[in-house]
């Protein structure tokens, strides 16, 4: 058994100081972690003209809000707001936080507007010189107009070699962001962009998936238009699983999970807006009935508001389809897909199930009263935010616990002179010193802490003598010794 111990002052409480600071470290890693929840993406998108303006959007709803579309100029390469949406964009980051102070703004670039503008993109994303151009100009653009993020809506790369200048811009769009945020000393701009609904655009062109998670934040999964004008028969616009055509958003997030984009970076995209179309026969209104073409406006296109709307006016039959997790309504010949809120707050579920990042809504000027808004954020709340919440609850009070507890004795140590607290301290201190280590080096020890051998210190009390012994201390008897100083002998020596 070792009689000869040597503790030293300093060293508890340098001690002492290594458990405050991994007690401090994990409650902040436990704030960290907090933050990396909020941090998931409740997106919508909204543009000029969608019935909305940015000061009504109730952003309490949206982590995030993509402002559409700002220009690529095919002239010069850079990327332009048009002089309608000039001032607007200028100030939509401080119109939605006026209600949502916390919410993120992205200017989003480019967008489904057909051929010429996906043709643009390729010349730009060819050359080195365009690229950079490009990046350089919407960097600029996106902190002169106070946004959080870009969004690159290139409405699709359809061959390989696009595919692979599109790697080649997200590399190097990464690269400039980060040299802006380090040379500025603000957060670097959010990089998103928004893609097909699956990895393969059409097959065999795939997205550089690998690039893409390296380089971008997140994927906006755009996984609706699944049916439109083009459209023979009816179906669901925005399938969440496969109603029979292999379309659907689960098709999609499976693929690009598969193709190598990690699920925590995938944000799942789904409509604020349906598709209308005339019934070749008003008697067969299931999926994949015939029709003759479009309904209510040119491509059938009509915002969920102006469905719930109709609905009512026409007393129309709603269906959902759990199966398939998609809503329809018709009446007489006019048969409408779309999202309700069930399956609005199911593909939420399914979202988080998959431990995506989020979702997003094209656009929030077609929710009617932010009905499916309001779904979607209690639809994350119920699925996760609970656990999570419970979950680290716990941990912090049982955190906090332990802190101020390290925080008492830590304080008690530096502050109190009490021999009897201080004795007890030492006392647990050094019975669990002996169980854990052999006899330390005295030469490291405190100028006022020396260690003696057993006989020494049994010599100096005179055989342990009771004229020698003052007494109990808070661990042992305390004795006097021959230099005149208080020793305390139990199992263990300590001598001040
Ligand atoms: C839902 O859609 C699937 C796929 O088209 C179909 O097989 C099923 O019958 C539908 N269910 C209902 C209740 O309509």
Not at 239 to 253: F, K, R
Not at 315 to 340: K, L, P, Q, R
Request: net charge neutral; hydrophobic share 40%; proline share 3%.
């Amino acid at each position: 058994m070792s009689n000869l111990l040597h503790v030293t002052r300093q060293k508890m409480a340098s001690n002492d100081n290594r458990t405050l600071l991994f007690l401090v470290f994990s409650f902040l890693s436990l704030l960290q972690i907090n933050s990396c929840i909020a941090q998931n993406v409740k997106g919508g998108y909204w543009f000029l003209g969608s019935g909305i303006t940015a000061s009504d959007i109730d952003s309490t709803l949206f982590t995030h809000l993509f402002c559409a579309f700002a220009d690529l100029d095919a002239s010069t390469n850079q990327v332009v707001i048009s002089s309608s949406n000039a001032q607007s964009f200028a100030t939509f980051t401080s119109d939605v936080q006026q209600k949502n102070p916390s919410v993120l703004t992205l200017l989003s670039i480019g967008g489904g507007g057909g051929g010429s503008i996906a043709d643009n993109f390729a010349s730009m994303a060819s050359q080195s010189s365009s690229r950079k151009t490009f990046i350089d100009s919407s960097i600029a653009l996106a902190r002169s107009n106070g946004f959080h993020g870009l969004d690159l809506d290139w409405e699709y790369p359809d061959t390989d070699a696009k595919m692979a200048n599109l790697a080649l811009l997200l590399q190097e769009w990464r690269a400039a962001v980060a040299a802006e945020a380090a040379s500025s000393g603000k957060d670097a701009l959010l990089l998103s962009a928004a893609v097909y609904y699956r990895p393969h655009y059409w097959s065999p062109t795939d997205y550089p998936a690998a690039v893409m998670a390296a380089n971008l934040d997140w994927i906006n999964a755009m996984a609706y238009d699944f049916f439109g004008s083009w459209s023979s028969t009816t179906g669901p616009l925005a399938a969440l699983y496969n109603p029979g055509n292999g379309l659907s958003g689960d098709d999609g997030v499976s693929a690009w999970i598969q193709a190598g984009m990690p699920a925590g970076q995938i944000v799942l995209g789904f409509p604020f807006y349906g598709r209308a179309f005339t019934l070749a026969d008003a008697n067969n209104h299931g999926y994949f009935a015939p029709i003759t073409g479009t309904a209510i406006s040119p491509d059938g296109s009509i915002v969920y508001n102006q469905i719930t709307k109709y609905i009512s006016q026409h007393s129309a039959t709603t269906v959902y389809n759990s199966t398939v997790v998609s809503a329809y309504c018709y009446s007489g010949t006019t048969w409408i897909t779309y999202d309700d809120t069930q399956t609005i707050s199911t593909k939420v579920g399914y979202a988080k199930g998959r431990g995506l990042k989020g979702y997003f809504a094209w656009h929030v000027g077609g929710d009617d009263n932010w009905v499916l808004s309001q779904t979607a954020q209690e639809a994350i709340e119920d699925q996760q935010h609970r656990r999570w919440f419970w979950l680290v609850m716990l941990i912090s009070i049982a955190i906090v616990v332990f802190f101020i507890f390290g925080l008492i004795c830590y304080l008690q140590r530096r502050t109190l002179k009490s021999e009897g607290i201080l004795g007890v301290i030492k006392g647990f201190s050094s019975r669990f010193k002996t169980m854990a280590h052999k006899v330390e080096s005295p030469e490291s020890g405190a100028p006022n802490l020396q260690a003696f051998h057993y006989a020494t210190l049994r010599a100096a009390t005179d055989n342990f003598s009771s004229e020698n012994k003052l007494g109990e201390g808070g661990f042992g008897p305390v004795y006097k010794i021959r230099q005149g100083s208080i020793c305390w002998i139990g199992k263990n020596v300590f001598i001040s």
